[in-house]
């Protein structure tokens, strides 16, 4: 049975959209696509120059909390920092799972090399400053981080996880996919993020792709689907 009240549904992924329309409730012609207006430009550019205190460090951001996959992250880490002492990672965010990934941390003496931010008020000197941008999430809808990361010229690996990264991420283009929740796949895809040769043209790509999360983009799509 169809709802007949609505006039408009905006969703803010392809795969959102697919999917409302396979449910069969809305008349599919009533259901837009609508980028969210992630991307305020003039702020951005701001508040991205801040000087911080680290140098030389992977970042991860997000609610510590199961869906963001973060103890995940940390044991694979953990097998990474074996190889390497100086590797780094830096999560921000707070949540119900950090004292578990505290714990983690503190059992594997791995104090030194991944480091629990907190909440962090300006995230962007991070993004901009680090070596890659890293979302574990076991899903994510549509993944704000990753066109904030883009958008700061950060490479980016990321889960495969439905529905917004592996929209947002076309392999090897815009940045890397590795098979969500596979430590295997995550450990190669991160050596090919580590020894990255064209990421000044992986950061062009995505520059290119993340336009349509501008207010600007936002507000002019918006109209059109208002006007037509």
Known sequence: MRLKKFILVTCPTVNTLNYLKKLDLINPKKIKLLYDPIIDVN????????IIDYKNYYLAVGRLTKQKNFLFLCETFSKLIEENKKLKLLIAGTGEEENKIRKYIKKNNLNNNIILLGHVSNIYPYFKNSNGFILSSLWE?????????????????????????????????????YDSNDKNSFYEKFKQLENLDDKKNMQLNN???????TLFNHYKELSNIINK
Request: proline letters at 8%.
């Open 207 to 213: 520059l290119k792709y993340i336009k349509r999360f």
């Open 141 to 177: 809808d549509p993944g704000f981080v990753i066109v904030e990361a883009s958008f700061c010229r950060t490479p980016i690996l990321s889960a495969n996880s439905w529905p917004g990264p592996i929209e947002l991420i076309v392999n090897n283009h815009n940045g890397i996919l």
């Open 43 to 50: 702020e951005i550019n701001k508040k991205k120059n801040e």
